[in-house]
Nanobody, 123 residues
Framework: QVQLVESGGGLVQAGGSLRLSCAAS????????LGWFRQAPGKEREFVAA????????YYADSVKGRFTISRDNAKNTVYLQMNRLQPEDTAVYYC????????????????WGQGTQVTVSS
């Protein structure tokens, strides 16, 4: 049973930084893609970033490119999202997700989800 547990959310001022963590368990993730999505109130869940577990290849939404960095620590089975220069529009619940096979920005292609962690950016 795959489990994804996010942590690291919180309240930060605009321009600040946060690092989210996603602890993955329940199987080996070789060949998987681990991604981060976010959902603001009244909006659809949107893609933020993803990383190939084996390859380390990354992909970002345009809105976060240059500010956010996704990485993984295979030994700790953990994926990180370093978020810098945060803006109020980054406020959302951030979710970790996993899927087998190739990279995707489509939330419907991800089979496993964490419970989410709240990120609030004040102006």
């Amino acid at each position: 049973q795959v489990q994804l547990v996010e942590s690291g959310g919180g309240l930060v001022q605009a321009g600040g930084s946060l690092r989210l963590s996603c602890a993955a368990s329940g199987r080996t993730f070789n060949g998987y893609v681990l991604g981060w999505f976010r959902q603001a109130p009244g909006k659809e869940r949107e893609f933020v970033a993803a990383i190939g577990w084996s390859s380390g290849i990354t992909y970002y939404a345009d809105s976060v490119k240059g500010r956010f960095t996704i990485s993984r620590d295979n030994a700790k089975n953990t994926v990180y999202l370093q978020m810098n220069r945060l803006q109020p529009e980054d406020t959302a619940v951030y979710y970790c997700a996993a899927r087998a096979a190739f990279m995707s920005v489509d939330r419907n292609q991800y089979n496993y989800w964490g419970q989410g962690t709240q990120v609030t950016v004040s102006s």
